[in-house]
């Protein structure tokens, strides 16, 4: 249901927002939409010098404390960027596509496909697929914040607060 990937993907957008004027908050979020109808967003976080927990690993944190990690195969999940597979260092942790995995969910939608990472169908090969909005708005607005990566490269795992600022939240703006 395309329908509550956008809900659940619309979360994931607003949640970096509401944390833009935080220098620990990053610019990737996730959120789940559970069975239920409660919706459940993390955004990325500086977990050390130049170490970020990703918001997919956040989000799986979120849901376990919320103790609905059950529930998971049946919630629609989303992230404003598709979810790395291939190793990173600026990365607390192992790869959020396998971390999904392991948690049963088959399927994200995301507002903005990675090209640094790998192909598609690499993820469909561990069992999960991953599913570009036809949102445009939303679209939009993560081609924006993923296109932070394309400009500020490396310093965003240092300076991700200081290059918020600059950016300002104009940059929610469609
Ligand atoms: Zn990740």
């Given at each position: ?31 789940a939409l559970l069975p ?20 997919e690993?956040?989000l799986l944190?979120?849901i376990d404390?919320?103790?609905r990690l059950n529930d998971l195969p049946a919630a629609r999940i ?5 979810p ?12 959020c596509a396998e971390r999904l995995v392991a948690h049963d969910i088959a399927e994200i ?14 993820y469909r090969?561990i069992g999960l697929n ?45």
């Amino acid at each position: 249901m395309p329908a509550d990937g956008d809900r659940a993907l619309e979360a994931a957008v607003r949640i970096v927002q509401s944390r833009w004027a935080s220098p620990l908050s990053g610019i990737v979020g996730a959120a789940a939409l559970l069975p239920g109808g409660e919706l459940v967003a993390a955004a990325s976080r500086v977990a050390g010098p130049a170490l970020f927990a990703h918001a997919e690993a956040e989000l799986l944190n979120r849901i376990d404390e919320a103790g609905r990690l059950n529930d998971l195969p049946a919630a629609r999940i989303a992230s404003t960027l598709s979810p790395c597979l291939r190793g990173s260092k600026s990365r607390q942790g192992r790869a959020c596509a396998e971390r999904l995995v392991a948690h049963d969910i088959a399927e994200i939608v995301v507002g903005h496909i990675d090209p640094t990472q790998p192909p598609l169908d690499e993820y469909r090969r561990i069992g999960l697929n991953v599913i570009l909005t036809g949102n445009e708005r939303l679209r939009l607005i993560c081609d924006r914040l993923a296109g932070i990566f394309d400009v500020y490269g490396e310093r965003v795992n240092t300076e991700i607060g200081t290059i918020k600022e600059r950016v300002g939240e104009g940059i929610f703006m469609v």
